[in-house]
């Protein structure tokens, strides 16, 4: 027997059919075509072969008021498509936050179950590099270790790509830096990239230099010799981080996604709230 969230996913949708004007309108940011549509009676729910519906189309194209129209009219906000996704995926995989801000306010689930096919939402802004979506994501309650299949946590995804940015956004809400994927960390990642910065962050946060994963090898191995990522990783290995460093990340590993909530408000200097908040 189906799941409730299967026949909510899959058989509330109306009807499948090819794609409608409706559909089309969506894609191409159409609005006031969408509109006559949608008061001409027009389902706004019709799925494809492949179970997209208008929404997806809107959220993936980055129309957000196609997205409104649409959730107005009572598009169903966590549709999956045959894959899993959902319009909230799509959404942050386009880098549009008013779409993801519309689907939020209407109730999409942030942390929609996982399957070997779609990643969830947090993953799909960080592999396409969106830290706006990815602190919105964030503060709505995404699972910061959800893991996927193909890229690990969210925090493996944002380094494989090399998004500085998006790392940071979820370093700061209390990812766990040596988290690992058979064995592989963020730190792994961040050497095959070779950007000096990502791995100077990753390390600045606590990130292991000398963990190994299930090949053997430390981040330092997936380096070129001579590069820059190479010579970052070297300086670590041969200068120990300071005392000062280690207090901040263990203080800061001890509060974990609370860190910045309870920093803000110590009756310390602005200087040192500052240094622990790593502004």
Known sequence: MDSPAVRAGFEDIGFWSERTPVHEAASLGQVENLQV?????????AATVDNMTPLHDACIQNHP???????N???????????????????C???????VRLLLEHGASVNPSLTALTASPLHEACIQGNPECVKLIISNGALLEAFDIHFGMPLHAACSKAHLECALQLLNAGARVNATKFHETAL???ARSGRTDLIE??????GDIN???NMGRKPIDYTLPGSSSHKCLQHYESCPLSLKELSRITLRHGLGTRALQVITKLDISQ?????LSYK
């Open 93 to 99: 995989a386009s880098g549009s936050v008013e779409s």
């Open 188 to 190: 792994h990642h961040a």
């Open 201 to 206: 962050l990753l390390v600045e946060f606590g």
């Open 211 to 213: 963990v190994r994963d």
């Open 73 to 91: 009219a009572g598009a169903q906000v966590d549709v999956r498509t045959i894959h899993g996704s959902t319009p909230l995926c799509h959404a």
């Open 271 to 275: 200087r040192i709230i500052s240094y």
């Open 37 to 45: 549509l949608v008061e001409s009676g027009a389902s706004v729910n």
């Open 65 to 71: 008021e196609c997205v409104r129209v649409l959730l």
